[in-house]
Nanobody, 114 residues
Framework: VQLQASGGGLVQPGGSLRLSCAASRNIFDFNDMGWYRQAPGKERELVAIINVGAAINYGDSVKGRFTISRDNAKNTVYLQMNSLKPEDTAVYHC?????????WGQGTQVTVSS
């Protein structure tokens, strides 16, 4: 399984970015897919996850600002990030799970700064 993440970058506070995570296989093979992030000196935390039945779970710090979605035909999961804050600065990792097996993408840097 290969996960290709893209879409990170530098954005000003209040701005928006969209991350993409393209999978090398049918996303319905996965129990769930989603995004985690890790800032320097902090533990990795859940950002958003969507399961095969389309149930979604968001981390508390991003609720109401971030939206996860998927394009089944493209085997891709997206993370639309709005109203970005400096504390959203982190490396964002795409993750997919099949039962107990987890697969991670390479990470994409998001920096929110003026």
């Amino acid at each position: 399984v290969q996960l290709q993440a893209s879409g990170g970058g530098l954005v000003q506070p209040g701005g928006s970015l969209r991350l993409s995570c393209a999978a090398s296989r049918n996303i319905f093979d996965f129990n769930d897919m989603g995004w985690y992030r890790q800032a320097p000196g902090k533990e990795r935390e859940l950002v958003a996850i969507i399961n095969v039945g389309a149930a979604i779970n968001y981390g508390d710090s991003v609720k109401g600002r971030f939206t996860i979605s998927r394009d089944n035909a493209k085997n891709t999961v997206y993370l639309q990030m709005n109203s970005l804050k400096p504390e959203d600065t982190a490396v964002y990792h795409c993750r997919a799970r099949i039962l107990r097996n987890q697969y991670w993408g390479q990470g994409t840097q998001v920096t929110v700064s003026s």
